[in-house]
C-alpha cells in the first residue's frame, strides 16, 4: 500500500527529501524501510521522534503495530526545543 512518508525539521536535512513514498502494512514496516535507506543517524533518533498517522499520534492507535491503509500519511516529527 503507498503511503506517504513527511519529515520535519533536521530529519528533512538529514535525509535530503521533506516526503517520499513508501509501500508498507504497517508503521513498523515503514520505520524499517526508512532505517535501511538512511542509516545508523536515522535510527539513532527513532525512539525520540514522533509519529502520527493521519494527524493522530501513533502511540494511541497501537504502536509500531499499527496498520496502513492506501494513502495514508505518517509524519515524523522531531523533538523541538525553543523558549
Known amino acids: 500500500m503507498p503511503v506517504t512518508v513527511k ?3 533536521d530529519l528533512r536535512e538529514l535525509c535530503g527529501v521533506k516526503e517520499l513514498t513508501l509501500e ?8 524499517d ?3 535501511t ?9 527513532l525512539p525520540h521522534l514522533a509519529v502520527l498517522r493521519n494527524g493522530e499520534n501513533v502511540k ?3 504502536g ?3 496498520k496502513l491503509r492506501d494513502g495514508d500519511t505518517l509524519s515524523l516529527l ?5 523558549g
Open 7 to 9: 519529515l520535519f525539521a
Open 24 to 31: 508498507a502494512k504497517t508503521v513498523a514496516g515503514a520505520l
Open 33 to 35: 524501510q526508512l532505517r
Open 37 to 45: 535507506r538512511f542509516g545508523a543517524e536515522f535510527q539513532s533518533r
Open 60 to 62: 494511541f492507535l497501537g
Open 64 to 66: 509500531p503495530k499499527a
Open 78 to 82: 522531531p523533538p523541538v526545543a525553543g
